[in-house]
């Protein structure tokens, strides 16, 4: 399969974990956030899905999450230390290598991975940004850093009906973070790790 292929064929799993509402567990919840969890499919591991509303604009919001290497991002992001872009394969279509820093209090040390990611709009307004690993020959494993894997993950900006400013935000992630790292240290992360996004996230599309 070649890079455009797997970029749409997350894409697709990406919209099939949207309209699929079976067997997810809420782990966290807020008044606007709620994360919940459900056994992977791509590996022994979870796939969590984030649900909020975000009082700023879809096109707003986009401006915040949209994957490019001068991005907003980076800036707002506490999990994205750098984004590098690598291959451009068309418009919508990239590969990029994504640093993350130590977390956990230095449990999980500095991460990189490297995905191909798809841009998609679709007719109601909703922004789609759908990514999943690749190997790429221009990025090996760095030293210094733990390569990790993300399965088919990503967000969807999706418009609120009658709210022009506001937005709800769908995220996925099924993340391999690679290395020995103890199952209960990465089932406490990412679920935090979630909330902290959706409130950093608010934060940055309001200060636009």
């Not at 949207?18 to 067997?23: A, M």
Request: aromatic share 10%; with cysteine.
């Amino acid at each position: 399969m070649d890079l455009l292929q797997t970029a749409e064929a997350a894409a697709v799993r990406m919209r099939s974990y949207r309209s699929d509402e079976t067997g997810w567990v809420v782990c966290k919840k807020s008044n606007l956030v709620v994360v919940s969890w459900r056994p992977s499919s791509e590996f022994p591991g979870k796939l969590y899905k984030g649900e909020g509303l975000i009082s700023a604009s879809p096109d707003r919001v986009w401006e915040c999450l949209k994957p490019e290497p001068d991005g907003l991002r980076v800036k707002w992001d506490a999990n994205v230390k750098k984004f590098q872009l690598l291959e451009e394969m068309s418009q919508d279509v990239s590969v990029c290598r994504t640093v993350t820093p130590s977390a956990a209090m230095g449990i999980i040390a500095p991460r990189d991975f490297v995905d191909v990611i798809a841009v998609r709009r679709y007719e109601d307004g909703t922004f789609s940004s759908n990514a999943t690993n690749v190997v790429h020959p221009s990025c090996p494993p760095q030293p210094g850093f733990v390569r990790g894997f993300n399965h088919p993950c990503g967000c969807f900006c999706v418009p609120v009906a009658g709210e022009p400013n506001r937005t709800q935000v769908l995220s996925f992630f099924q993340t391999d973070l690679g290395g020995l790292l103890p199952r209960s240290v990465v089932d406490s992360f990412f679920p935090s790790s979630m909330m902290d996004f959706y409130g950093n996230l608010t934060k940055a599309a309001l200060a636009l």
